[in-house]
């Protein structure tokens, strides 16, 4: 039979918060042991570095050029010719999702058989007034009515008093820990083991929401981390200290603002609670681990591992995600084969660039299954396994963001940044500046670089229709677009 593929996907966490990494604070025993077992992908990114357009590349294995999200927008139909859960349904898989889907309708199938849903707190289905189908929010969350159930009908997921998209705040979680959204995504995966069609491979996809804000830690894990003395986040020598000095007092009464300063003692408060969540969900993972084991399927089982996008915390006086730096941008990436099938380096680690659009063409190549031409990606297995294939030299990412509204390409070696609505430009070295402290644009010997990344934007956004080029130059200053029209 065929391998069973198991894809577990966390929301919101950054590249280097593993401490197979390096991480001075962070404990996470289980993801090591899945990587040293495995692969470790060390530059791997998501292009479009939010919920909505980073899930479309793992579904569809697209780039954002051709999934048409290249930002943040709810309520756009999801109507792709070809999904991951789709085509491996067509290959003879058993298909489920557990956790977060964030497409719209909320309950679109999106290919798979069936899904048990949480996508946290979405406004838009939490706004009781609206006249709409997709405004119900109690028909579209099943962790949310499995709550009540258990607890009580007047629980709900605001009773922290946090917000859900702030990274300034934490507060320990105020029920039992099995009650808690990382637990009951687990909960159900092995439900989903239980229940199974045995004569069937499955591709089960567990996707919390977790370390993606509210930071609710379990009093537990939050009591790991509280009182350890954290380094201050990078900054780099390009960040306007003062609009940040400015925004302090924004970022006191609106957790949402992106950018400003925050008191030391909230901020470590809060990456305190944002690494406890990060330890929970390792536990958490080795305990589905574990249940693999106990149903007899580990070692017929391939286990991908990544995040959407990451978490700036700080770096550089920034939060959340949506920009181009390598805490928002840059994901971890582990592929674990518990077959022997596929010929992966146990224990290695791949330099190349990989993207989220690899996802669906690697977890295709597990299958055997045929690969759609509508995608973009590769399967990252020939890397992993130390094969010889044709490469992409570079990945361009982008995001629609207001003022910044950005362009980005990197190498896993380079970054370059273009900020469309000013013209302004970013050059890191991040083999010798990995926390992009030092833009380069303006050093004379960085100038034939500068030049080369700018031809490759050039090449990459030439024909678009926001008219990010003309004449073979850059143009700021067009309206960016959160969807390309194709979709709309």
């Given amino acids: 039979m065929k391998p069973n593929i198991l894809m577990i996907t966390v929301d919101q966490m950054r590249f280097d918060c593993l401490s ?4 001075p604070v962070v404990e996470t025993p289980n993801l090591d042991q899945l990587a040293q077992m495995g692969v470790l992908y060390e530059n791997a990114y998501s292009a479009t570095p939010t919920c909505v357009p980073a899930r479309a590349a793992i579904m569809t294995g697209m780039s954002q050029r051709s999934h048409g999200r290249v930002g943040y927008q709810d309520k756009v139909p999801w109507n792709y010719e070809s999904t991951i859960a789709g085509e491996l349904s067509k290959a003879g898989y058993h298909t489920q999702c557990v956790g977060k889907m964030h497409v719209f309708p909320a309950r679109n199938l999106c290919g798979f058989h069936n899904i048990v849903l949480h996508d946290g707190y979405l406004h838009h289905n939490r706004n009781k007034s609206a006249n709409t189908a997709d405004s119900h929010f109690d028909q579209v969350d099943d962790y949310l009515t499995w709550l009540r159930s258990i607890g009580g009908a007047d629980l709900d997921l605001t009773d922290l008093g946090l917000d859900c998209n702030s990274s300034t705040v934490t507060r320990p979680w105020h029920l039992d820990e099995k009650l808690h959204p990382t637990n009951w995504a687990v909960t159900q995966s092995i439900d989903f083991l239980r229940r199974r069609d045995p004569q069937k491979p499955f591709f089960l996809w567990t996707s919390f929401v977790r370390p993606h804000s509210p930071l609710d830690p379990p009093p537990v894990y939050f009591d790991m981390y509280k009182d350890i003395p954290l380094q201050d986040p990078p900054v780099g020598d390009w960040v306007e200290e ?6 302090a007092e924004l970022e006191g009464y609106n957790p949402t603002t992106v950018f400003g300063k925050v008191p030391k003692r909230r901020l470590d408060r809060a990456r305190a609670g944002y690494y406890a969540l990060i330890t929970h969900l390792d536990d958490q993972i080795g305990r589905l681990i574990n249940s693999l084991q106990e149903y007899g399927v ?5 286990i991908l591992f990544t995040s959407d996008h990451g978490e700036l915390l700080g770096d550089h006086h920034f939060f959340r995600k949506s920009l181009p730096y390598e805490g928002s941008a840059k994901v971890p990436f582990i592929l674990f084969d518990g077959t022997g099938r596929l010929g992966l380096r146990e224990g290695s680690k791949v330099s190349e660039v990989i993207e989220l659009r690899d996802i669906m063409p690697t977890l295709l190549d597990v299958a055997g299954a045929k690969a759609p031409s509508s995608m973009d990606g590769q399967s990252v297995i020939p890397l992993g396994a130390g094969r010889e294939v044709e490469w992409r030299t570079y990945i361009h990412g982008e995001h629609a963001y207001g003022e910044l509204s950005h362009h980005y390409g990197t190498d896993g070696q380079d970054k370059y940044i273009w900020f469309s609505q000013t013209g302004k430009e970013q050059l890191f070295d991040l083999r010798n500046d990995s926390c992009e402290l030092n833009n380069l644009v303006n050093e004379p010997a960085w100038q034939d670089r500068l030049y080369a990344w700018r031809a490759r934007m050039i090449k990459e ?28």
Avoid: F, W
């Fill in 242 to 247: 003062l609009m940040a000095a400015a925004n």
């Fill in 461 to 488: 956004l030439e024909g678009r229709e926001e008219g990010y080029v003309d004449s073979d130059r850059l143009v700021a200053g067009r309206k960016p677009q959160t969807c390309l029209s194709h979709i709309l």
């Fill in 298 to 302: 580990h070692r017929d089982t391939v």
């Fill in 20 to 23: 197979l990494m390096g991480h």
